[in-house]
T-cell receptor, first 113, second 113 residues
């Protein structure tokens, strides 16, 4: 079945550092790809999405590009803030994964002042 | 005017009890879900409903019974609670089932003692 693999954390960075969280996927068909963020004690919020190859999703300074040739959707931010500390989940839906989101295991990011 | 709301937010109960979690969405979406998040933050689909019909039952024990009285509601009833049922349960909805993003509730933290 479809699956998502993302880099294991935790990731600890200083404020204003560059962030990359790697995500690769295995899927039949052409899924949509997502990054969700979960702040402490809260539910999941959609951070960004891309629905087809070469699409770039962006939001709040984060961005990720749907790379079909490498089956990847890496999350990047040029300068992280303390408020970005959260768990980040890569996910896919559609293609062979209709009627559900398939998630990676999540990456805990801690940003220190 | 919360988009996806679930109650209660916290639930502490003894082994063997029966409990319910309620979920409502006001987004007009066709598809609703229940996800379980374990202590390591891993998210796994439990059930998926489309227009009140069960589409996915992901090898969840029979003690868990979802009910969708209408398109806007998806409740989760759990019989004979066990220690291993302790987790955070998330309700979510999406416009359709083919790769659109899902909107999540705030979660219900279930603790079985």
């Amino acid at each position: 079945g479809d699956s998502v693999t993302q880099m294991e954390g935790p990731v600890t960075l200083s404020e204003e550092a560059f962030l990359t969280i790697n995500c690769t996927y295995t899927a039949t068909g052409y899924p949509s790809l997502f990054w969700y963020v979960q702040y402490p004690g809260e539910g999941l919020q959609l951070l960004l999405k891309a629905t087809k190859a070469d699409d770039k999703g962006s939001n709040k300074g984060f961005e990720a590009t749907y790379r079909k040739e490498t089956t990847s959707f890496h999350l990047e931010k040029g300068s992280v803030q303390v408020s970005d500390s959260a768990v980040y989940f890569c996910a896919l839906s559609g293609g062979g994964s209709n009627y559900k989101l398939t998630f990676g295991k999540g990456t805990l990011l801690t940003v220190n002042p | 005017d919360t988009a996806v709301s679930q109650t209660p937010k916290y639930l502490v109960t003894q082994m063997g009890n029966d409990k319910s979690i309620k979920c409502e969405q006001n987004l007009g979406h066709d598809t609703m879900y229940w996800y379980k998040q374990d202590s390591k933050k891993f998210l796994k689909i439990m059930f998926s409903y489309n227009n009140k019909e069960l589409i996915i039952n992901e090898t969840v024990p029979n003690r868990f019974s979802p009910k969708s009285p209408d398109k806007a509601h998806l409740n989760l009833h759990i019989n004979s609670l066990e220690l291993g049922d302790s987790a955070v349960y998330f309700c979510a909805s999406s416009q359709d089932s083919y790769g659109t993003e899902a909107f999540f509730g705030q979660g219900t933290r279930l603790t079985v003692v």
